[in-house]
């Protein structure tokens, strides 16, 4: 069966950085948009950025000139660089295509808590 793992989530004092990652075996991966989504705590899922399969980069509001999302060298793999992290930023984070006609099974996501 076709998975997404995340990693690379943890506990952070606010200013501080993390790196996550996401690795998976379905071959749509490498060849739609992808994205970083998270979800906190009583609130819906969010797109916090995505990338194209021409390198182009979209990014939240929230979240714009902090975080930086990359694709590895290893087609279905996707990063995300998690710089200056705020105590808002807390939530659990999952990797996934933009199109939800295409989404995946969603995996278990990767936690990311910033203490203030």
């Known amino acids: 069966q076709v998975q997404l793992v995340e990693s690379g989530g943890g506990l952070v004092q606010a200013g501080g950085s993390l790196r996550l990652s996401c690795a998976t075996s379905a071959p749509r991966f490498s060849l739609r948009s992808v994205a970083w989504y998270r979800q906190a705590p009583g609130k819906q899922r969010e797109l916090v950025a995505s990338?194209?399969?021409?390198?182009?980069?979209n990014y939240a509001n929230s979240v714009k000139g902090r975080f930086t999302i990359s694709r590895g060298n290893a087609k279905n793999t996707l990063y995300l660089q998690m710089d200056s992290l705020k105590p808002e930023d807390t939530a659990v984070y999952y990797c996934?295509?933009?199109?939800?006609?295409?989404?995946?099974?969603w995996g278990q996501g990767t936690q990311v808590t910033v203490s203030s």
């Open positions: 996934n295509v933009v199109d939800s006609s295409w989404w995946l099974p």
């Open positions: 990338v194209s399969t021409g390198g182009s980069t």
